[in-house]
């Protein structure tokens, strides 16, 4: 009865009714990041499942694209001091709050010493890995998220790096600080399943978080004693 789910691009998302239960407009189909997930809403049904799909190389590029263009306010081009090559101290930082190297395209600025996150290819985030005043450092002023693809559910935490550390458990959505902006509403609606994870500091943002997702999709907030990245596991609890 599953076998024709819809053939959606990367990103995509769409609700229908259940071709089990018959349920009006409550199972929903998505692709994320080349993994096809679908599940009804109706209580007594609760089918759901996912597919790995072919992934495509362009799916941060399809996924930035359209805020990339609307919300940049000048063009953004990697500096030349920015190098793949990345020094024994990031390697460190790195292993610390559990970002995978092997997994995660990070570059070494050299310049400023920061290790750098790139957002697509229209801006990036750095962080320090000296003695800074400001630890983190945007480097565009697009507004946008850094995301870690890995399916169904999505983790909304914090930082690039704690993005990265949940990233092992579903997708990482780095809010890169705790307000939900306009931009950042628009494309985390399109994700069927919402896990905001902030600090119990933040929980009155994080419940405000909620509230405005719960209008376009399931949300659920997990109020944190411990950063994400230093214990990634406690998203799941």
Known sequence: MLENLPDLDEGEHVRTHCPVCGGVNTFTVSNLAGRIVYNCYKAGCGIKGKRNVLVSSNFLKTTYQTSCSSGAKRSF????????????????????????????????????NRAVFPIGTCDAVGRSLGKSRNKWHRYASTGLPFIVPNGDPVYVVEDAASACAVSKYGTGFALLGTNLSEILLDIL????????????????????????????????????????????EGVLE
């Not at 209008?215 to 411990?226: G, I, N, P």
């Open 189 to 232: 609606k399109k994700y069927p399943h919402i896990i905001v994870c902030l600090d119990r500091d933040a929980s009155a943002k994080a419940i405000q978080m909620k509230l405005k997702l719960s209008q376009f999709t399931k949300t659920e907030v997990r109020l944190l004693d411990v950063d994400p990245k230093e214990n990634p």
């Open 77 to 112: 081009v990697f500096p030349d001091h920015w190098s793949v090559y990345l020094p024994p101290k990031m390697i460190r930082y790195a292993e610390k709050n559990k970002v995978d190297i092997n997994k995660i395209q990070l570059y070494h600025d050299v310049k400023l």
